[in-house]
Each structure stands twice: as structure tokens, then as C-alpha cells.
């Protein structure tokens, strides 16, 4: 919607970063906007499919047509030299369907698939967000599905899958000592007017680019540095052996209890420390 979309896009690559763009799938994906962001030093585009069929998607997005731009959009991005990135979100409304998704996705010339796990904020609901068993028969079938695919398969707000490759995919799984990347960890979120937040999903102020220097936030605001102490945590995320790994996530505990440190409230493993006390 900007018009100085490619301008921005060229000044952050001089500045030296790896820039992607995350359009909707409206009538201004043109194959002539598509080269300008290639142009500009646009390395990426993702895309949104919430469902593997245009009638579920188009009716999930409420837009009829939305799936077909969608698909258009991706053949045109790979003309103009851009890699493709499909997002889609999780809910009750598809999580059946994660095998479904995958044969298309085979047959789509796309360089990564981010799903994200819902977080009920902004339109979501409650009602929508997987519960413990269906979380784990979804990574069960990511897992699954990943083993086909010849592109990376990774979560957004769904740590917990890393404890899942942890028990069930070990050679897939980095060390469970290593710090997972999440809300507020190796990620930080700044808005169109400067505000600064752990992530797009966790509404918690931590400053303004405009007056604080970004780096000096993330590095010491005492919010964001409780964020990287699983072992503040509340509840089973803070005994949890995984909580370096994985640590839930803050903007989903937040979202559901009001409490950023609170346990994830779609993990249905349950720590070692935790039975051994109920023994």
C-alpha cells in the first residue's frame, strides 16, 4: 500500500539485511510490483495458504478468488527471482489436514513452509486454539510430512515441536541445551510506528526506536531478559528438562492466562521433575 515500499526495501539492504516482504494476496500482486521488490535487493516474499483448496481457503479468508491470487502470486514472485515462503496457520479449523497441505506444497516451487501455531489475538478465538492431544497428533503429522518435502518445514509460536523432534526425531533436533529462537529470544518485533515488542503475538510495550535504541531494549529491558530464563517460568515450563529448547510460548501463555511466564497451554508433555513429585 506504500508507495515507497522499494525505497524502504533498498535502504534496508544497504544497511546490510536480508529482506523479505509479506504481502496479502490482493490485485496489487502484479507481476510489475513483483520485479521492483526483486529490483530493490527484495531477497523473499511470503504468502499465506490456510487451507489446501481454494473453496476451505477462500471461505477461511473470507475473499473468493483469494486462493487462485495466491497461487498466481507464487508463479509470478518465482519469475521475477524472489524465493517463496507459504505461511499457514493452524487452528481447529485445518489441523486435520497437515498431509493434505503437504502433497501441494510438493508441487510448488517455494523455498521454505513457516507454520504457525494460533495465538488468540486480534480476530482469533479461544475456541480456535488446538488443545494438548491435537497439538502433538499436528506435529506428529508435520514431522511426518517434513520427511517429504524438499524445503524446510518450521513452526512460529509452536516451541514445543523442538521438544517433539527432541524425543521423536533426535538426529532432526538440535541439542536440548541450546536456547530455542521465540518471543523476545533471538526475535523481537518493531511496529510501523517504532514500538518495540517480544514478538507480533505479545502485546507487551518495551520502548519506542524513536527515543530508545533497540539493541539497548532487547538487551536490557527487564521484561524481555525474564523472557530468556525458562527457569522463571511458572508452572511445568519452569521444571521442564526441554525449557532451553523449547519454553512454550510467552505470547500464547499470555494471550490464554494474562501471564507472559505461565506454562504453554497446548503442551501436553509432562516434565520428569513434575511425575517425580507426584511420586
Request: proline letters at 6%; charged letters at 20%.
Amino acid at each position: 500500500m506504500r508507495d515507497d515500499l522499494c525505497k524502504i526495501v533498498e535502504y534496508a539492504v544497504f544497511r546490510g539485511l536480508r529482506t523479505a516482504v509479506s504481502p496479502s494476496a490482493t490485485g496489487r500482486l502484479k507481476p510489475e510490483n513483483l520485479t521492483a521488490l526483486s529490483m530493490a535487493g527484495c531477497q523473499r516474499i511470503s504468502l499465506s495458504l490456510d487451507a489446501p483448496d481454494a473453496a476451505s481457503h477462500d471461505a477461511f479468508r473470507g475473499v473468493v478468488g483469494s486462493f487462485a491470487r495466491t497461487m498466481t502470486g507464487i508463479e509470478n514472485a518465482r519469475r521475477a527471482g524472489l524465493e517463496v515462503q507459504i505461511n499457514t496457520t493452524i487452528s481447529r479449523f485445518n489441523h486435520t489436514r497437515i498431509a493434505e497441505f503437504a502433497e501441494l506444497m510438493q508441487t510448488l516451487d517455494i523455498a521454505f513452509w513457516s507454520i504457525f501455531f494460533l495465538v488468540p489475538v486480534g480476530r482469533a478465538n479461544v475456541q480456535d486454539v488446538l488443545s494438548p492431544a491435537e497439538t502433538e497428533a499436528a506435529f506428529a503429522e508435520m514431522l511426518k510430512a517434513s520427511a517429504t518435502l524438499p524445503f524446510p518445514v518450521k513452526t512460529t509460536e509452536a516451541p514445543h515441536y523442538r521438544r517433539f523432534l527432541a524425543q521423536h526425531s533426535p538426529e532432526e533436533s538440535p541439542d536440548a541445551s541450546e536456547m530455542g529462537i521465540s518471543d523476545g529470544k533471538g526475535f523481537v518485533f518493531v511496529s510501523h510506528t517504532g514500538e518495540i515488542f517480544p514478538s507480533g503475538f505479545l502485546p507487551h510495550l518495551l520502548g519506542n526506536v524513536r527515543t530508545e535504541r533497540l539493541i539497548d531494549v532487547y538487551r536490557n529491558n527487564p521484561f524481555i531478559r525474564r523472557l530468556r530464563d525458562p527457569d522463571s517460568f511458572a508452572g511445568k515450563c519452569g521444571v521442564c528438562e526441554f525449557n532451553r529448547l523449547c519454553g512454550g510460548s510467552r505470547a500464547r501463555a499470555y494471550a490464554m492466562t494474562g501471564n507472559a511466564f505461565a506454562s504453554e497451554p497446548t503442551c501436553a508433555y509432562i516434565p520428569r521433575a513434575t511425575m517425580a513429585a507426584a511420586h
